[in-house]
């Protein structure tokens, strides 16, 4: 793909771009994949589009515009969110359900990758709107998703009682079976896995203990009073809070769309989820200074969590992280031009691929769960997602030692297949976890054979 070919005026800002230039990085670290089947892994499979009406509550007949990408079924069925946000673009879809593919290929989960989204902004509907555009969009997806080929879960703007909506629309119209299995993230009490909602803030807690273990930051091997500051505060941004807070950091910034608070000396995200009920909005709580996004993102801390979305640390921005670890709750927080600015300044970034994969790992377990008519106690539930970020994140480090350590080889085996290009550099963690993604989904293509 050209940057011709690009929606919208910014190429380096489209996420399906820049999710295609993350394989592009990746493949240059992997001389025997075949450039046709790398071609093949980058595109999506489909993308659908679906045009429908709902009556509003306020009287009116609004049309509405969804879509469902699904990327990858080579290593199982499809499987990603749905997001509900009046940015939602057929690009950001495909990049979505990409990165979906090679996230459960670095948690090894046997899913494909997959996502939808509705152009809506949930603000201005009402809560029965919401429930008619889901049942609408599901019932126009008709038999594009089902328990095994293409499985939902919550993204920005959805939760649980959305998908037992989802999953309640689907089985209206396939009655006379278990079809619990076909959407995940549900309420506990229709299927839903204990653990599930805390999962990705829960996964990125393990992802970042490991990765501070292993020394990946210089002068630390725990959380222990380690300052945090966290954009977004809500499915996963909110948890985060809570979750590193119980682990010993200290959260000195949050945000939402609306803007940010800081407390230098540290918040108590219990009072800033009681106040975020109580007023909509972090904003304005007591003892704490009211500040923009921009500053959150430029706070004096040692981990800046992203959990809103996609493109919040870019080129123009990158410059005014103070953090030493930036760990990517959100999915695409972070561009290329970025990325490259926090290699320059000894910044690591520990991947969305692999920093949020808790979600779609918990997600997992839901649907084997289902499959089995089982219900595995949170305890169960939270050591097997310990056990598993704590393999992935292994395997993402010693990926990059191996690739950094055995550079010259690779560049061998280039020269050999005749690439004229320059030299290779070191890599950072995400090409790491791209590499080992590639490497997993290729694997298995190539075993099952390119049909026919
Ligand atoms: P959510 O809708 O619950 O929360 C999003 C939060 O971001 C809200 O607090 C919103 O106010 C805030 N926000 C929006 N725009 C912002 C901006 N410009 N600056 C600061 N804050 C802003 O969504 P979520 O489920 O928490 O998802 C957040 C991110 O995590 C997304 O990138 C999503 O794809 C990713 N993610 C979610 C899951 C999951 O299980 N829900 C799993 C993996 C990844």
């Known amino acids: 793909m050209t940057a011709a070919t690009v929606e919208g005026q910014n190429a380096n800002l489209n996420p399906f771009f820049i999710a295609q230039r993350q394989c592009d990085a990746a493949a240059r670290y992997l001389p025997q994949l075949d450039p046709g089947l790398l071609e093949f892994l980058k595109r999506p499979d489909k993308l659908i589009t679906v045009e429908f009406p709902i009556a509003t509550t306020s009287g009116e007949v609004r049309n509405f515009v969804g879509y ?7 290593r199982g069925p499809g499987k990603g969110g749905i997001r509900y946000h009046p940015d939602v673009t057929p690009d950001e ?25 509705v152009v809506c902004d949930p603000k201005s509907l009402s809560s029965e709107d919401l429930k008619h555009i889901t049942r609408r969009f599901i019932a126009e997806l008709d038999n594009n998703i089902g328990p095994y080929t293409d499985i939902p879960a919550p993204d920005v703007n959805t939760n649980a009682q959305i998908m037992a909506l989802v999953y309640d629309t689907y089985h209206m119209m396939h009655p006379g079976q278990n079809n619990l299995g076909v959407v ?11 653990g599930r909602r805390e999962a990705t803030s829960r996964g990125g807690l393990f992802a970042t203990l490991r990765a501070l273990e292993r020394s990946t930051v210089g002068g630390t091997g725990d959380l222990t009073g380690l300052r945090v500051a966290i954009q977004g505060f809500g499915n996963v941004g909110g948890l985060a809070a809570t979750l590193f807070h119980e682990a010993g950091a200290r959260i000195v910034a949050v945000s939402d769309s609306r803007g940010g608070i800081a407390r230098p000396d540290g918040l108590d995200p219990a009072a800033v989820h009681a106040h975020k009920i109580d007023t909509g909005s972090v904003l304005g709580l007591g003892g704490c200074t009211d500040i923009t ?20 640390l870019r080129g123009d921005n990158a410059s005014v ?26 910044i690591v970034v520990l991947p969305d691929i692999l920093a949020n994969a808790g979600g779609v790992t918990v997600s997992y377990y839901e649907w084997v769960q289902n499959n089995k008519n ?5 305890a169960e539930v939270n050591a097997k997602l310990q056990d598993a970020m704590g393999r992935a ?10 690739v950094n350590d055995g550079l010259d080889a690779i560049q061998a085996a280039r020269v050999e297949r005749g690439v004229p290009e320059a030299p290779l550099g070191p890599i950072d963690l995400r090409t790491a976890a791209f590499i080992v993604a590639i490497e997993r989904v290729a694997h298995v293509a190539l075993d099952r054979g390119i049909w026919p």
């Open 374 to 378: 089982e219900q595995w106690t949170e």
């Open 184 to 194: 995940t993230g549900k309420p506990v009490h229709i299927g839903g896995s204990l």
């Open 321 to 346: 992280v103070k953090a030493t670890m930036v760990v990517e709750l959100a999915n695409g927080p972070t561009t290329p031009e970025a990325d490259a600015i926090f290699v320059d300044r000894g």
């Open 293 to 312: 996004n921009e500053d959150v993102l430029a706070t004096e801390c040692d981990i800046l969590i992203p959990a809103a979305l996609e493109n919040q």
């Open 393 to 402: 994140t292994d395997c993402v480090l010693d990926k990059q030692r191996a």
């Open 93 to 117: 879809v495909r990049a979505l359900a990409s990165w979906m593919t090679w996230k459960c290929a670095v948690v090894n989960v046997p899913f494909g990758g997959a996502k939808g989204g």
């Open 68 to 74: 469902r990408c699904l990327h990858s079924r080579i």
